[in-house]
């Protein structure tokens, strides 16, 4: 099972931009996808989660509002659309996959899930 994260890059405060993950080893549907980030000297943190089942999503709290995750199960990709970027954006970003169904306690541990992507890094900065 192979993660490949992609779409980082510089950008400026209040910008946009769109993250994405192609999963290949394994078919999408079937499995939770979820996005985290980690900041240098940070713990890796929980930003966002599609369940397997399209209609349940979590978003951390510093997020909610500005970044959206969506997955198409036919290209076997999941996104992250960010809006209204700010400097505490700033962090290597990694997508990973579990199989199970996950709920509002769990999703954001990294211990819930079994494949991670290489990361991307997003800075954000004038």
């Known amino acids: 099972v192979q993660l490949q994260a992609s779409g980082g890059g510089l950008v400026q405060p209040g910008d946009s931009l769109r993250l994405s993950c192609a999963v290949s080893?394994?078919?999408?549907?079937?499995?939770?996808i979820a996005w985290f980030r980690q900041a240098p000297g940070k713990e890796r943190e929980g930003v966002a989660y599609?369940?397997?089942?399209?209609?349940?999503?979590f978003y951390a709290s510093s997020v909610k509002g500005r970044f959206t995750v969506s997955r198409d199960n036919a290209r076997n990709t999941a996104y992250l659309q960010m809006n209204s970027l700010q400097r505490d954006d700033t962090a290597v970003y990694y997508c990973a996959t579990t199989p199970r169904s996950l709920i509002l306690s769990s999703w954001s541990s990294v211990d819930s899930y079994t494949d991670w992507g290489q990361g991307t890094l997003v800075t954000v900065s004038s």
């Open positions: 080893g394994h078919t999408l549907d079937g499995y939770g």
């Open positions: 599609a369940s397997i089942h399209i209609g349940r999503k």
